[in-house]
């Protein structure tokens, strides 16, 4: 009994691990092209508002996963 809960939580941080590396990845291709697009003369404060409504996105999402 005591070993199927071992079982059961590691499996869980399988789960929350890969979910963080693809957000992580994700992420990292949205500011890698956000990078791109201000090194041709984009307006900074648009690509901040696109950055935090991401991440209020990714925590609400986060919220809804923990829960």
Do not use: A, H, P, W
């Not at 869980?12 to 691990?17: G, L, M, P």
């Not at 956000?34 to 999402?61: A, H, P, Q, Y």
């Amino acid at each position: 009994m005591v070993y199927e809960e071992e079982r059961l939580n590691i499996k869980r941080e399988e789960k929350t691990i890969t979910i963080g590396l693809i957000i992580g990845l994700v992420l990292g291709l949205i500011t890698g092209i956000l990078l791109d697009i201000l090194i041709l003369g984009v307006s900074f404060f648009s690509i901040i508002g696109i950055l935090t409504g991401s991440l209020i996105n990714i925590m609400n999402r986060n919220k809804k996963i923990s829960q």
